[in-house]
DNA sequence: CAATTTTTTGACCACACGGTCAAAGAATAC
DNA sequence: GTATTCTTTGACCGTGTGGTCAAAAAATTG
């Protein structure tokens, strides 16, 4: 019988490229037409396909969305990672801003999604989004054998919300100089920790 | 007939009294459950009468939503308004920011409503949303007899970012000291204003 | 009181949504 | 070749959506 799939069982090659065309297709969508446009009929439609097969690679709708979303996060927090662990403990903060704009600013689709879901109900991953910007903080002080200094959560926050708002303007204008943004920023955040 | 009402007529008591007890029953849903759950019959429900009666005082569902976000910032602009004109123009961007903060902690339904919608699809209206802020800067700036500085766009871009993700944070945590990191906020805004 | 206007109801419509499923079609195995 | 498994289709279902409208109920007017 045609039976879904179970959620551990190897995958087979078609079908492995089959989910991976969806993910992108989705995020596409997503990126171009908001989440609300992320229905399964356009997902579908967009990948040349019915509803029925998407159903049949996916659990729902919502795991659609989810792979994509996971395979977005994947993507940057890679990037954005091995930027941070190439930069000396005092320079990783101004790293994760450097690489976080950079990256957001060359992957618009992404930027378009990471932003959507940021913002899309409930969110309840909001504390872990600004979690390692807030750890790299304390590290970065420690590292100069400075005391704890400004509130590395309040920093965090900060940071993060201006982040969001340059990678926004971008997205908006793509004329912007983000770049040059993120380097004020960096400046005003290792002025506010090292002070 | 029972004609829909035309924009221009002068509004009947009991009609203004409606209307107002729909925005803010609207508001209140956007605000505990999402733009989403702002429907027609959610909002009716809510308000105690059916659906055919909210579209006898509105013209549509985003009539009463459009509503209910003006109202919201309607008050959000007079309060913070009120407050920069008090301050002296450089200590304006510090007002702002200030009672940004202040009036959003205070009033946590308008906070949930403004980023609500500040999020949902299309807002063209980005570049309004910072503008007032980028004046106050350039104003600041200008009454201390220094040179344009470090660009306003991108200060004011900075600094909306970061006033949003503190509410947002305080809005979930409500232990947050949001005061103090408006505080943190305005230093570190001041510092690279005034460099 | 009756006449008129304002407001509300509740049934109804068309549509898009997520999801199910038997049957048909393709691959693959033997 | 046949048998078996994997994949896709397309019709169908239930639900929620925004919106319309004639008729009834309230309120107001004279």
Redesign the pocket.
Known sequence: ?????TED?R?????QA?RDQLVETTIGLVAEHGY?????????QAA?????????????????VAAAHAHVLDALVADVGAAVDAAPPDQAPAAYTRRMVGYLTENPHHARMVIEAMTADGRPDAEARREPLAALLRRARGSRGLPPGPDPRTLALITGGAIDAIVTERLRDPGYDARTAAEALVTMLETALFA
């Open positions: 019988m045609a039976g879904r799939r069982r995958l087979s090659f078609i079908e089959r609300a446009a992320a229905s399964l009929a356009r997902i579908a040349g396909i019915t509803k029925g097969a998407v159903l049949y690679h996916f659990a729902s709708k919502d795991a659609v």
